[in-house]
């Protein structure tokens, strides 16, 4: 199963991954989370990305599409996988699409969790709350203020990237306001479709 969670940070996409990736037995590919692995590792990736991380912005098309490429082609993606995070930009999803079609790899869905912006900044103000209590480590990003630099971002951005799905036909919108086990079924009736 090859499948897109699309939706602005916050939304919830990292959380009902995790959980598709336990019923499913499929990889989360996270480019959010793979960068952070490459700046605490330093590498020269890591070095590149990591102001840019720290500010909101975007890191650029051409690092993360390497980063997808290599990653989607290693054994543990051959059974599967959920992009998120990625696609963030409409040349992203082109550059997608050209590497499953050279694989002849096709994608199951593409789920958009749609959600009231207005409620992501008490979101992520709960997610570091959460994140301190439970005594891990706190995202630099999760702070009210960058937090506004990576909504703009996704606003100016990846809000584009949905209707390039959907004018493909591949799109499917589920209101992510609903409570995380409302969601999670949402997404299994539209794989089960
Ligand atoms: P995330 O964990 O998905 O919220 O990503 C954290 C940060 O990593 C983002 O704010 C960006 O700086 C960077 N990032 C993650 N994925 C991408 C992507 N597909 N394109 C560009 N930057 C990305």
Redesign the pocket.
């Known amino acids: 199963m090859r499948l897109i969670l699309l939706g602005p940070?916050g939304a919830g996409k990292g959380t009902q991954a995790t959980r598709l990736v336990e019923k499913h037995g499929i990889v989360q590919l996270?480019?959010?989370?793979m960068?952070r692995a490459a700046v605490a590792a330093g590498t020269p990736i890591g070095l590149q990305?990591k102001a840019?991380?720290e500010s909101?912005?975007?890191?650029s098309d051409e690092i993360?599409i390497g980063i997808i490429r290599d990653r989607i082609q290693e054994p543990d993606a051959k059974k599967g996988f959920i992009l998120?995070?990625?696609?963030?930009?409409v040349a992203?999803a082109e550059a997608l699409e050209g590497l499953l079609s050279k694989e002849g790899l096709k994608l199951n869905a593409v789920i958009e969790l749609k959600v009231d912006q207005t409620k992501l900044v008490d979101r992520i103000v709960k997610r570091a709350a959460d994140a301190q209590a439970a005594g891990q480590p706190v995202r630099k990003?999760d702070d009210p203020e960058v937090f506004k630099t990576?909504l703009a971002?996704y606003n100016r951005d990846t809000a584009a990237v949905t209707p390039f799905y959907g004018a493909r036909g591949q799109l499917t919108v589920i209101d992510g306001m609903l409570p995380i086990d409302a969601v999670a079924q949402a997404i299994d009736a539209v794989l089960a479709g």
């Not at 996270?30 to 989370?33: A, K, P």
């Open positions: 940070p996270s480019t959010g989370d960068l990305a840019v991380m909101g912005g975007l890191v993360v998120d995070g990625f696609p963030r930009t992203q990003d990576r971002a």
